[in-house]
């Protein structure tokens, strides 16, 4: 017989299936769909799919050879740090699978994974192709001790949640409210990884762009942050949601609603001494400075404190967006390039369906 833990045939929920530690899995259920929004933001992230080589990266090295090093420096630890936090989140499922007992949920969760795989390849092409010796430049990426330090207060959440799940998957942790805590502060941690920390450096990696250097990065690049804004954001969000209005997910927030606070709180600092360092050493870039990178990274906060009914204890939060420019890398459908000038990220695939059969039409020639 098969074991229970790799199929469950006596399993009698999936009309009514958990997000988080409900019956063991059986049949891949898309007949009851108890979470439209999730299934809806897998079907999504399927049209967003694209491929780490189809931008034409030879321009790079020459951008690199021959720009001013300020930002060549701010260039190269943006990516790096891009490069190391994507590498992480593309463990999504290994981390929190065993504890994910909803079909919806493992799909987007898995595609996603997947995606940050593709997100990580990027960063890693990236960096193939711009230095003739790339092994020099990925030891100077993990020396980098403030890129480490950064990743550092989410890390120990996803790491705490990969403990607990991988113990409840060999029998070694009760199902219980502690260990669904470790699956809800997860999420809490990659919505606060997605929304703050990425747009963050996307912020850095674009002004450098919006100069008209390194423009297949930015290309490259726009189609990450589009991943990630559109549906990994939404999807961290639509799983909160979901779960909040759970028992479990209520008492989640309530027992760990300090916790959330000081995690907000920390992030933030850890972004703010981060954006020091970028700009410390003499380091500088056209159109952007300590002062306004922090703003812009607090009011990408402020969505993120405001979702959870949480204020900063240490910041004031930009009622307006500080960094206009932002919004045509953040929107793709504000630029239309010429597929003829330069590689062009604006396209879904799978957006299209045939719901004609059957159907006759007039048509007069």
Known sequence: MINKKVFNTEKNDYETPSLFLGEDVGLFDTVNKRYPDIWKIYKTVKSLDWDESEFDYSSVARDFKTCDPSTYEMMIKTLAWQWEADSAASRISPIIGPMVTSSELWAAWSRITEQECLHSATYSEIVRNSFSNPKVIIDEILSVKQSLDRMDVVSQVMA?????SHEYALGLRENNQETYDHAFMFTVAMLCLERIQFMASFAVTFCICDTGLFQPIGKAVQKIAQDELETHVELDKAVLRNEMKTPRGKLAFERNREVIQNLLDEVASTEMRWISYLFSEGRELVGLNEEVLGKWMLFCAKDVYHFFGMKSNDY???????????EGWLDMSKTQPSPQEQD???????????D?????YDVDF
């Open 160 to 164: 705490g949640a990969h403990k607990a």
């Open 316 to 326: 004031t939060f930009p009622k307006t967006n500080p960094l206009k420019f932002m």
């Open 344 to 354: 062009i990220g604006q396209y879904k695939v799978g957006i299209m369906v045939n």
């Open 356 to 360: 004609d059969e059957g159907s006759d």
